[in-house]
């Protein structure tokens, strides 16, 4: 079987498990977290998500536009895909007159907070079609068969940044795929991530703000493989405090992000080959987004505090 009918079948595949999802849930209850009644708000029939989640989803796509209007973010057609388990995230293709511009991933907080947990600019994005046929044609997986048979794809998303394909067969354990490089995931490891996951719930609470928000030009910096060079192994982490300043201005330095014990959730250690920085209320806050990825799987921007939790940047030395 072709790549191409591969694709198509695992888009098919995808639809008709949304299209099942849409028309079992009409709408979504949302509580707010200052114990007032739900509010219950209804997808729209051509989306795949809450309003309070289009509305989020348009803002960022707003701002992003301010850093390139050529990119046409403020004028893109915006498709979302919930992604399991359970209704927490939510990846949104852009689109303008018809081709890709990018993606973003939104993620519902314990706290019930919509937070734009990562983007991708251009055409490249999680979830790659045929990225999925090559590493299913690797484990001697046919796809089509395998649907026919009564067996399932899902598209999976766990915090903080773990994207990935969950491929469920008749009589055999399921099969975890990172949807950013096409590696095989601990089944172990991601079954009990599920169970947990399954267990918190999450809603939504009151998104209603004035703030407002800005994006600086995309800074990009060379690609590298971090298996190159393994000497940053040896070194000693970058302290906390000059990250930020290190990427932004020491342009001539390779930084590797290695999240040590817990790269399974990062698709890491990953090469940093980029940055943005966002702006809340004309400054008042900053946030920077850190490019990882761009050689062997897909460029990621994601929060730079988000990388700060689990993992460490190292200076790649000559």
């Not at 994005?125 to 299913?136: A, F």
């Not at 469920?168 to 991530?193: C, K, M, W």
Request: aromatic share 10%.
């Amino acid at each position: 079987m072709t790549l191409g009918v591969l694709g198509c079948v695992a888009l098919f595949s995808f639809w008709s498990i949304a299209n099942a999802e849409q028309q079992k849930n009409t709408s979504l209850v949302l509580a707010s977290s200052t114990g007032d009644s739900p509010e219950h708000l209804a997808f729209e029939n051509d989306k795949l998500a809450p309003a309070a989640v289009q509305r989020f989803a348009e803002q960022q796509a707003v701002a992003l536009g301010t850093a390139n209007a050529e990119a046409h973010w403020k004028n893109a057609e915006l498709d979302f895909y919930p992604l399991g388990p359970g209704t927490h995230s939510w990846l949104v293709h852009a689109e303008f007159e018809g081709k890709p511009i990018g993606y973003m991933i939104i993620t519902t907080t314990e706290q019930g907070q919509l937070l734009l947990s990562e983007y991708g600019q251009g055409e490249s994005s999680p979830y790659n079609n045929e990225l999925l046929g090559q590493v299913l044609d690797r484990q001697h997986v046919n796809l089509e068969m395998l649907l026919a048979s009564g067996g399932e794809l899902h598209l999976r998303y766990a915090l903080p940044l773990l994207a990935y394909w969950k491929v469920e067969q008749l009589n055999h354990p399921a099969l975890y795929i990172d949807a950013t490089n096409g590696d095989v995931l601990p089944s172990e490891f991601l079954n009990r991530l599920e169970t947990d996951f399954k267990q918190v719930s999450a809603s939504i609470t009151n998104l209603s703000t004035t703030s407002s928000l800005a994006v600086d030009p995309l800074h990009l910096r060379p690609v590298f493989d971090p298996d190159d060079n393994l000497l940053w192994i040896t070194s000693k982490p970058v302290a906390t405090d000059r990250v930020q300043d290190m990427i932004q201005h020491e342009k001539n330095q390779e930084i590797v992000f290695s999240a040590d014990k817990h790269n399974v959730m990062y698709g890491g250690p990953l090469p940093i080959s980029g940055y943005q920085v966002w702006h809340r209320d004309q400054d008042l806050e900053s946030i920077p987004y850190v490019a990882i990825g761009g050689n062997t799987s897909i460029q990621r921007f994601v929060p730079l505090s988000t990388l700060q939790q689990d993992g460490h940047f190292y200076i790649v030395e000559p």
